[in-house]
């Protein structure tokens, strides 16, 4: 599976840390697996799998520092407001399939 050097070397990523490189590249590759149990997906090139791990890690470390859109802000005061709502997961489920399905094929159907 993908480490630190084939994110860095091969994927020319530059977003995640190496020391956070382990953990979000596991949790990249649980999404994929959850991906290949619902849905048809094959694996097009050598190295398809591993540069889907990236995609789908770098998407994941983003979206782990972001929290939230801001929903309302005041100047006098300061006051912020975030959207920590279940949108905010919708959104980021619909990243990690569209990274995920650059490097893989993925079929919602069965195939004629």
């Given amino acids: 599976m ?20 382990p953990g979000m590249a596991l949790r990249a590759r649980e999404y994929l697996q959850r991906l290949q149990r619902i ?8 190295d398809s799998l591993k540069m889907a791990v990236c995609a789908v890690a770098e998407a994941i470390f983003a979206h782990s520092k972001r929290r939230g859109g801001v929903t ?5 005061q300061v006051s912020v407001r975030y959207d ?3 949108r905010a997961d919708t ?3 619909r990243q990690l399939y569209e990274k995920a399905s650059i490097y893989l094929d993925i ?5 004629a």
């Fill in 107 to 111: 079929s919602r159907g069965v195939e």
């Fill in 39 to 46: 849905y048809q997906v094959s694996v097009p090139g050598e």
């Fill in 72 to 76: 309302a802000a005041s100047v006098g």
């Fill in 84 to 86: 920590l709502s279940d």
């Fill in 91 to 93: 959104v980021l489920q």
């Fill in 2 to 21: 993908a480490d630190f050097t084939f994110y860095t070397d091969v994927y020319m990523g530059e977003l995640i840390p190496e020391k956070a490189f």
